[in-house]
């Protein structure tokens, strides 16, 4: 499927991209025909000017003569002869040839006046000639006309400068392509690769939810069927009704943990936040796991400083964080261990540390502990599902805080908390 996307957005990447090309392309070879044509036609009109600057007309008992032996091209003196111009003719106004330069002209002028582009004429040895490009100009002095000049030049450097420009397109416009499309495909997947491995997690986080709910559903459906049978011990079928009741409740608390990693992403909001003292709200999710501390029993300490510690949080979802950890460690810690839970203040930052004397984990532990239903030690796990970590991430990178850990095993772990310090009590 993602190599299907990555073909299609590939793809249209480089038909894009192509067309933009092509087009480009286009443009350019169309301005450079323009640009090298318009030059020629300059070239062509200036060198008429000069043609018709020797041209003398003088007058003789009211009528006029013309004298074009000082027109370049025309007479004698090869001084003036411009090899570029192919031909160069001067038609009277009643547009009769009168001289020429190059091949033999029709003896009338037939062109209207203006730029035109000549055909290849057949050569005299059978083969096809250059193309060119041609000037018709009346010529005029005194506003009388005196006749036309018609002068014409081969278009055949234009066009092998053309034809170079033409062969550069054509074998680099499919390189280009070439690369773009081996760039589209690169882009492709990189663009893809969130996805994937977005679609990745969520079909293992499927997966994983399924098998955490298929395990107490197969126990409610159990229990609910010998319940609806004849009782025959009501003792029994109340102690089956409370554990239906509980697995229930369980099943209620993986919904819950579950919605919350699925709803709460990204940066929380400022107005869900508030000020709160950090030893308050510790002492809070203390006293809340006595109980549990006093059951096994662990030995907890506290290292609290004297001043407050202004922490910039939603309390609920900051207890339930610390809580998490704090569970975690009284879980992996034997009887007789050691909890030390210790709050202390740097420059911008409050640092919180969970550290337990417990079993410790090893580095391919600690590499995937944050992952979701990740347990390390499946027998001390048997009552939990594997997220309260994952959501303890969740919750301190949402308040741009960032946890780590240090563990060894057989010797303990240590959690580490960086989160911001209230903004108007920063140090």
Known sequence: MFNHSRRRLARSFTLSMGLILVTFAGLVYGREVRDRIDTLDRALYSTSQVMIGGVEVTHYQGQQYIDLEDMPLLGDDSRFLNTELHFARWYTTSKTLVQFFGPIPPPRLMDQPGLITRGAAQTPTGGRGDRLRQ???PVYQNQILIGYLQIATSLHPIETQLQKLRWFLAIGVPITLGAIASVGWILGG??????RVSYQNLQQFTADASHELRNPLAGIINHAQVALMEPIDPQEQTMRLETIAAIATTMGSLVSQLLFLARQSGELPAHQRQRVNGATLLAAVIAAHQEAIAAKPLTLQTQFPADPVWLWVEPDLWRQAIANLLSNACRYTDPG??????LSQQTRWAI?????????????????IFKRFYRVDQ????EG??????????IITAHQGKITVRSH??????FTIRVPLAPDYES
């Not at 261990?337 to 210790?342: C, E, F, R, Y």
């Not at 599902?385 to 969740?394: D, K, N, P, S, W």
């Open 337 to 342: 261990g050691t909890i030390t839970l210790a």
């Open 385 to 394: 599902f594997g997220l309260g970590l994952a959501i303890t991430e969740q």
């Open 135 to 137: 000037l018709t100009l």
């Open 352 to 368: 919180i540390t969970v550290t337990d004397t417990g079993i410790g984990m090893t580095p391919a532990d600690q590499a995937a």
């Open 409 to 414: 095993p057989g010797q303990g772990t240590c």
């Open 379 to 382: 027998a001390r796990s048997a």
């Open 190 to 195: 990189i663009a893809m690769q969130p996805i």
